[in-house]
Structures are given as structure tokens and as C-alpha cells.
């Protein structure tokens, strides 16, 4: 029996509490016999004690000395109090605030066909309108919001992402793989189609992602992943206010009329941020607390941080109410409920 049970002092242990510990608190006055169960394997009892094989009958008094007493406080203490508090602090850190400090790979490409992939890849988001031209139904590239092809923190960069897809997403009700990721960007944010799951262009985007994120764990993320959250404003958000500050910061660059200023060749030099040309409605960058935060962080370029959290919530919320392309499938989003208050529909 001992041996059998060798491994496992820790299940011997609690067992004995829990015979023990109604004992004490409910029964200590009465001084009632206790049976103790499985006393022999327990290494507190005195070998007298575990020598007296069949009897296992002992008075609480006999078996509790004052030093087991407070050994036993103690052993409940740390079993039921500090425990689960550590282990329900590191959780806390692991979701909250446990974060890889943002790197990018230093080294070049890899030689051959999985470099010739990532390379394609990164053509695919820097210039999506060249190297995908038929999945995009507006006038964005990935890289006017993934700055930098997603190398750019807050400003959703990929790195570190290969690691934290497949996920649950609470707008598809469902656990999305990395693909359907890129394809609800595709389908949103370039108002476009999806590539097929395992076209060549699907596989270099990830082989992209894949090679930024080859220095960060699996499953964590890095600082500065998506756009960090600006906390509510102090004042609601106003459109008007928005509307002035726009025209003096954004619009030298992105029009009065929003619709960014094209090249001879018809791309864009400066992104539309509204009309045809623009994300539709159901994209994450039509969202106010998501446009305030990427504006905070990015907006005007170049002088990433310039505005106040107020003004930047200002601006989103003038620019995103803006007309711009409906999406067809927006009554299949948040198919579970929990659909966010700044979503537009
Ligand atoms: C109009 C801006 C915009 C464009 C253009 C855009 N995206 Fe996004 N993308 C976003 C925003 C905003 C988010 C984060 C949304 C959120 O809050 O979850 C995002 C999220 C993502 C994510 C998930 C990132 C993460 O941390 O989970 C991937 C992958 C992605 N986009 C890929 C792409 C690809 C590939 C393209 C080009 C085909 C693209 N995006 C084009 C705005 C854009
Ligand atoms: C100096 C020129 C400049 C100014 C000023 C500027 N932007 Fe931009 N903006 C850009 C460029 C360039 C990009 C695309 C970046 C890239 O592709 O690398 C961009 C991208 C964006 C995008 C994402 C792409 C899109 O079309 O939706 C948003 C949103 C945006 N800017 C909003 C603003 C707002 C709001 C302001 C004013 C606070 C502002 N910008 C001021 C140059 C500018």
C-alpha cells in the first residue's frame, strides 16, 4: 500500500486533512474518537503511531499536539489562500500585461523557395494593388494601415502573429485560422474577395507573417500588437470638432474630401479615408475606438503621438461616420452576441 502510494504524498496529504479538519472544527470539544485514514503512510505520525497497524483509532488530543495544530494552519493557508492567489495572479499577467518586448528579425531572407515566398509575400502587402490587383475592390494596399508591411508597433503589425491564430474570434462566433484572418482584412479593409485558402498569394502572406513573428513564443504577443486602446475620452467624441481638426491636420495630405490624392498612374499616394475608394463599413479601421487609437499612434504620419487622446477620438469619430462601402455579410457578424458599441451596424 505504501509503496503504491509512494509517488503521491501530496493526494496522502489532503486526504488527511480533509478527514482531519472537520475533526478540529466541529468536533474538538467532544473529543470524539477520529478515524484517521491512512495514518501509517503519513510521515508527521510518530513511528509509534504508523507502527500500530491496526490501531488506527486515536482521540484528536492524542493525535493534534499544538506544533501539528499550526502545521496545519499553515498547510491550509498555503493549499487554499496563497496558492490559487499566485496562480490566478500569473494568469492575470499571462492575459493581461505579459508581453514580448517587439522585435523584428535581423537577418535576411532565406535563400531559395520559401525566401522567394516570403519575399512575395511582402510584395503582396506592401503593394497589394499590383501583386493581388483582383481581390481588391478599393484603393488600399495592406501597408496604409499595417505600417511599414506590419513591421510598425500600434500600427497592427504582424509580428508575433503566426503564433496567436488559430483563435476565437467573437465576430465570426468561431475559432479563425491565420488565413481567414487575412481574408476578413481582404474582404473588409480592401473591400475585395478572399484569396483561396491555399492559393500561392494566401501561402506567401503567411510565410511573411510567419518569418516576422519566427522570434516571438508561440502564443504570446508582442507590445504594440494591433494599436494600443486609448482609455474613454474626458468629453464625447465630437464630429464637428473633428471635422475642423481634420481640415488643419489630415487634410494636406488626405484631401478635404477624404478621397486621398492619387499618382499619374491612378495609385494612391495618400490613402482615400472615406468614398468607394475606401474600407467598408464592417472594417476594424470604420470602428471609433480603433481609428482614435491608430490615429493617436500614427496620424499625421510621421508625427505619431503629436495629437491629444481627445482630439485623435475627435477626428475617428468624424472621419469613420463618413459614407463609404456597405458589406454584404455584415448580419452574419457577432453571430453570438457581443457585437461592440462603435461597430457601425
Ligand atoms: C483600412 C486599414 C486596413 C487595411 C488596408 C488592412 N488592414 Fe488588416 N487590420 C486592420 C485593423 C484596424 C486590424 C485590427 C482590427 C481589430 O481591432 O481587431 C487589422 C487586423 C489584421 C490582422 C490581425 C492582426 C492581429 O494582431 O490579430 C491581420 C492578419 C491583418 N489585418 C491582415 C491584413 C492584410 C493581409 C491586409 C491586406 C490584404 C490588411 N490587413 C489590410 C486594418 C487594415
Ligand atoms: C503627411 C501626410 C499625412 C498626414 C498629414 C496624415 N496622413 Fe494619414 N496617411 C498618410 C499616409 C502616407 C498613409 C499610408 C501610409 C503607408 O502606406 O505607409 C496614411 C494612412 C492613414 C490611414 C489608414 C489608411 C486609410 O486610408 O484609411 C488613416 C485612417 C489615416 N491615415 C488617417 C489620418 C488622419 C485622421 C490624419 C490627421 C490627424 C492623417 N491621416 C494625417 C499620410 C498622412
Known amino acids: 500500500m505504501g509503496g503504491e502510494n509512494a ?3 501530496g493526494d496522502i496529504n489532503l486526504r488527511v486533512w480533509l478527514a482531519v479538519i472537520p475533526q478540529i472544527f466541529g468536533k474538538l470539544k467532544a473529543e470524539k474518537k477520529v478515524e484517521i485514514v491512512s495514518a501509517q503512510q503519513h510521515e508527521l505520525y510518530k513511528p509509534e503511531i504508523r507502527n500500530q497497524k491496526n490501531s488506527t483509532s486515536r482521540t484528536i488530543c492524542e493525535v493534534m499536539t499544538p506544533y501539528r495544530f499550526v502545521l496545519l494552519i499553515m ?13 490566478s495572479f500569473a494568469a ?64 497592427m503589425p504582424f509580428v508575433g502573429i503566426s503564433g496567436l491564430f488559430p483563435t476565437y474570434r467573437g465576430r465570426s462566433g468561431k475559432v ?11 474582404r ?4 475585395g474577395k478572399p484569396l483561396e485558402l491555399d492559393s500561392p498569394e494566401m501561402t506567401a502572406i503567411v510565410a511573411y507573417m510567419t518569418w516576422l513573428s519566427q522570434s516571438i513564443p508561440t502564443g504570446l504577443e508582442v507590445e504594440g500588437r494591433g494599436a494600443k486602446r486609448l482609455p474613454p475620452p474626458s468629453n464625447p467624441p465630437d464630429p464637428k470638432r473633428g471635422q475642423k481638426l481634420f481640415i488643419s491636420k489630415c487634410s494636406h495630405c488626405h484631401g ?4 486621398g490624392s492619387q499618382n499619374s498612374n491612378g495609385s494612391y499616394l ?17 470602428r471609433l475606438n480603433t481609428a482614435a487609437a491608430f490615429i493617436k499612434h500614427n496620424m499625421p504620419f510621421g508625427q505619431g503621438g503629436s495629437l491629444t487622446d481627445q482630439e485623435a477620438y475627435d477626428i475617428a469619430s468624424f472621419f469613420t461616420i463618413q459614407p463609404r462601402p456597405d458589406f454584404s455579410d455584415k448580419s452574419k457578424d457577432w453571430p453570438k452576441g457581443g457585437k461592440p458599441k462603435d461597430a457601425r451596424y
Open 7 to 9: 509517488g503521491f504524498h
Open 270 to 286: 495618400f490613402p482615400p479615408l472615406w468614398g468607394d475608394h475606401s474600407f467598408n463599413i464592417a472594417a476594424g479601421m470604420a
Open 188 to 191: 473588409r479593409s480592401l473591400n
Open 92 to 155: 492575470a499577467q499571462s492575459h493581461s500585461s505579459l508581453k514580448i518586448p517587439f522585435s523584428l528579425p535581423e537577418d535576411e531572407f532565406p535563400d531559395g523557395p520559401l525566401g522567394e515566398a516570403i519575399q512575395f509575400g511582402e510584395d503582396l502587402v506592401m503593394e497589394t494593388q499590383t501583386f493581388a490587383k483582383s481581390y481588391v475592390g478599393n484603393g488600399l494596399n495592406c501597408r496604409n494601415c499595417h505600417l511599414g508591411g506590419g513591421t510598425t508597433p500600434n500600427a
Open 256 to 259: 478635404e474630401d477624404g478621397q
Open 75 to 87: 498547510c491550509w493557508v498555503v493549499t487554499f489562500a496563497i496558492v490559487p492567489g499566485i496562480l
Open 176 to 186: 479563425d485560422s491565420l488565413q481567414e484572418r487575412i481574408n476578413g482584412c481582404f
